[in-house]
Structures are given as structure tokens and as C-alpha cells.
């Protein structure tokens, strides 16, 4: 059994996919942080029930009120590409940290010793809980803090692969992308100006994959020199 930390967005749905896939029984573990973009909650209910997955939803929106963020609070969402300087309004302090010690605590109570997680390398520039050397540290501490527990660990397949990679493993998989959200805007369709908005864009573009989202706008923008 694998415990999926499934967010309904465009990685998390390609790594269930995968998980389902290779036919693991699977718990995916979504965390309601009091996001403004709430609606990849509902699009994680509509994927687990797509694969017919258990889906376990935390609610911890009280978070919302404690770290502050432009996901969290009322700051804009700002527009643009992920390596852009504007975007550290978007990290929600240490919720990497937060939510894998949840999920890691699903999996201890569901006996088994394994948590996915989708973060990826387009992340790493910006959130400092997506780089290699966390998933490193958190991995070893959940394998403590859940010694003879179920010894649990995180791991992190996608955290040397491009958002683009991602994209054509899902489709591969037959990832339903279509029921995926990325969003930060918390509107009704997708704004298509924001950084996740721009990424999945680009994604879906690199990969040479159709992309079924709607958007709002085409940004006008252009990516900064030196990101791929």
C-alpha cells in the first residue's frame, strides 16, 4: 500500500496515476490548509472517485489564520513565471513539513511504510520544502518519528524531473488531467496568468500533450532569461 499526499493538481494526479497503475492499493491524503483554492479539493474528490481510491481529507484551515501567504491570506496572488522573485508570496511556510507528517501518520495507522509525494524540480527555485535535501532530511526523521510503527518513508519519485516530464508520464499513465486543478486564484476556471497557471501551460506545450484546461487569459509576460 502506498499513501499518495494528493493535492489534485496537475503532479499529484499524474503520481496517482502511476500508483494506481502498478496496481498498489492506494490512500490518497488531501490537506485542507485553509487554501484559497479550494477547488483542488473538489478536484481531488473527483480523481479519487475516477480510480476509486480511498480519499482521506484533513481539515486543518485553521493554518490559515497562523502562515501567512497569498494562498492563505488576503495578499494577491501575484502574476508570472515560478522563477520570478514575486513568487515567495506563494510559499505557505513549512507546509511540505506539515502535510507529510500527516499522511506519514496515515500510513503508520494504515501499516504501511510508504509516502508518495509529487514535488518536482521546477519547484526548487522557489520553495525551499520541494528540494532534494528536504525530502532527504523528512524522510529520515518520519522513519524515526515512526520507528517500529511502520518505520515510514516519504519519497519523492519526481524530484529530479521537469513539470514537463511529468506531464508526459501522466499521460502515459492516462493521468485524468482534465479533473486536475492548478490554479491559485481560487476563481472558477483557471486564470491562466499565475505561476501555476503559466507552468501547467507550459507543460502541457513542452510535452507535446493536448491540454484540456480552460483558461481565463493567455499571459503576456514572457519567461526569464535562463528558465527553460
Known amino acids: 500500500m502506498s499513501v499518495v499526499l494528493f493535492s489534485g493538481g496537475m503532479d499529484s494526479t499524474a503520481l496517482l496515476a502511476v500508483e494506481v497503475q502498478e496496481k498498489d492499493p492506494v490512500v490518497a491524503v488531501s490537506i485542507n490548509y485553509g487554501q484559497r483554492h479550494a477547488k483542488e479539493?473538489?478536484?481531488?474528490?473527483?480523481i479519487t472517485a475516477h480510480y476509486n481510491v480511498e480519499h482521506v481529507v484533513v481539515d486543518l484551515s485553521v493554518l490559515q489564520d497562523v502562515l501567512r501567504s497569498a494562498l492563505t491570506g488576503d495578499m494577491?496572488?501575484?502574476?508570472?513565471?515560478?522563477?520570478?522573485?514575486?513568487?515567495?508570496?506563494?510559499?505557505?511556510?513549512n507546509?511540505?513539513?506539515?502535510?507529510?507528517?500527516?499522511?506519514?501518520?496515515?500510513?503508520?495507522?494504515?501499516?504501511?511504510?510508504?509516502?508518495?509525494?509529487?514535488?518536482?524540480?521546477?519547484?526548487?527555485?522557489?520553495y525551499p520544502d520541494c528540494r532534494p535535501e528536504f525530502i532527504e532530511a523528512v524522510s529520515a526523521a518520519t522513519r524515526l518519528g515512526t520507528a517500529t510503527f511502520g518505520d515510514v518513508e516519504?519519497?519523492?519519485?519526481?524530484?529530479?524531473v521537469t513539470k514537463t516530464d511529468i506531464c508526459r508520464i501522466g499521460a502515459a499513465a492516462d493521468a485524468p488531467f482534465r479533473?486536475?486543478?492548478?490554479?491559485?486564484?481560487?476563481?472558477?476556471t483557471h486564470c491562466g496568468s499565475c505561476?501555476?497557471?503559466?507552468?501547467?501551460?507550459?507543460?502541457?506545450?513542452?510535452?507535446?500533450?493536448?491540454?484540456?484546461t480552460v483558461y481565463v487569459a493567455t499571459p503576456t509576460y514572457s519567461v526569464p532569461e535562463g528558465v527553460q
Not at 479533473?179 to 472558477?188: A, D, F, I, M, N
Request: proline fraction near 4%; glycine fraction near 8%.
Open 154 to 160: 516519504v519519497e519523492a519519485p519526481f524530484v529530479h
Open 179 to 188: 479533473l486536475s486543478w492548478s490554479c491559485y486564484k481560487g476563481g472558477s
Open 41 to 46: 479539493i473538489e478536484a481531488a474528490a473527483a
Open 195 to 212: 505561476g501555476t497557471c503559466y507552468e501547467r501551460r507550459e507543460a502541457f506545450r513542452d510535452a507535446g500533450v493536448m491540454d484540456p
Open 95 to 126: 507546509r511540505n513539513m506539515i502535510m507529510l507528517s500527516v499522511a506519514a501518520g496515515v500510513a503508520s495507522s494504515r501499516d504501511t511504510n510508504r509516502v508518495v509525494t509529487a514535488v518536482h524540480a521546477g519547484d526548487h527555485y522557489i
Open 76 to 93: 494577491d496572488v501575484p502574476d508570472g513565471h515560478y522563477a520570478e522573485q514575486t513568487m515567495r508570496q506563494t510559499v505557505v511556510p
